[in-house]
């Protein structure tokens, strides 16, 4: 058993969040939309966006439920999807196609 508390420490360093700004602006949301949208108080998405605080894991669950994109995106942990997130849902729609007509053959 680990008892290095060390490890497991989670800073607004080791965070990025800059793909929630990207993501907002892209669904056409302010800041003050998507906090009644998420549930959230007033100054958390603007201070989600500056690093100042850090989403607890049910608000980034909400946030990407919201914005439509997996939490590992939203908090800068998967750059492959980057490309996708940034997609229209009818070219997600199609995406999704083309992996269905691929996995069928």
Same mark, same amino acid.
């Given at each position: ?7 497991? @420490? ?5 965070? +990025?969040? @800059? ?5 907002? $602006? %892209?669904?056409? #949301?302010?800041?003050?939309k !998507?906090?009644? $949208?998420?549930?959230?108080s ?21 946030? @990407?439920?919201v $914005?439509?994109?997996?939490?590992? #995106?939203?908090?800068? %942990?998967?750059?492959?999807? +980057?490309? #996708? #997130? $940034?997609? @229209?849902?009818?070219? %997600? ?8 007509s !691929?996995?069928?053959?």
């Amino acid at each position: 058993m680990r008892n290095n508390k060390e490890e497991f @420490s989670i800073s607004k360093e080791k965070i +990025d969040m @800059s793909n929630l700004k990207t993501l907002r $602006l %892209k669904k056409g #949301y302010s800041q003050i939309k !998507l906090q009644h $949208l998420v549930g959230v108080s007033n100054s958390s998405i603007e201070a989600y966006e500056q690093k100042v605080r850090i989403p607890s894991l049910p608000v980034a669950y909400r946030l @990407s439920e919201v $914005l439509g994109c997996s939490i590992d #995106y939203l908090v800068g %942990k998967s750059h492959e999807l +980057d490309r #996708y #997130y $940034l997609l @229209s849902q009818r070219d %997600k729609d199609k995406v999704v196609e083309l992996i269905d007509s !691929l996995s069928d053959k």
